[in-house]
Each structure stands twice: as C-alpha cells, then as structure tokens.
C-alpha cells in the first residue's frame, strides 16, 4: 500500500490527497521539513511512556474522557 493511499484528508478529493503528499516529500527531499507516516491504530489506547496497552478512564474527572495509564498514572 502507498503512503499517498493512507492520506485522507476530509472534503478533499483523491486528486488533492496525492498532490499533497507529493508537495511535502518534495520539500522533506529539499531539506526543509520531515514527512512521517503514523501508523494511528491503538494511539489512543497505548501509553506512550510505556508502550503498553494500559490506559484506562479517570472516574473522577467529569465531562470529557480523560485516560490515564494504570501503571505509571500519567493522564492523557
């Protein structure tokens, strides 16, 4: 699978997808930035210090959902 394929950008057709990703690798070959695919499957369940899948929901912060590791404590 292409890079240019996991692009989506809402509103925006194929067309425009590939034709932005080309003008950024384009610039990241001119020295002037770096291009990163991320791979965003689980991020938001993964603790980032640890690498693992430990974060859980905080009861006691009311409204928005605020997760936080269960090892380490960090909120997220």
Same mark, same amino acid.
């Given at each position: 699978m292409e890079p240019?394929? #996991?692009?989506?950008l809402?509103?925006?057709g194929c067309e425009v997808n590939g034709m932005f990703y080309q003008a950024l690798k384009k610039r990241e070959r001119a020295?002037? #930035?770096m291009v990163v695919t991320i791979d965003e499957y689980l991020t938001s369940q993964v603790c980032s210090k640890?690498?693992?899948?430990?974060l859980e929901k905080?009861?006691?912060i009311v409204g928005f959902s605020v997760l936080a590791c269960t090892v380490c404590h960090t909120p997220w």
């Amino acid at each position: 699978m292409e890079p240019t394929n #996991l692009v989506r950008l809402k509103g925006l057709g194929c067309e425009v997808n590939g034709m932005f990703y080309q003008a950024l690798k384009k610039r990241e070959r001119a020295g002037d #930035l770096m291009v990163v695919t991320i791979d965003e499957y689980l991020t938001s369940q993964v603790c980032s210090k640890r690498s693992t899948r430990t974060l859980e929901k905080v009861s006691h912060i009311v409204g928005f959902s605020v997760l936080a590791c269960t090892v380490c404590h960090t909120p997220w």
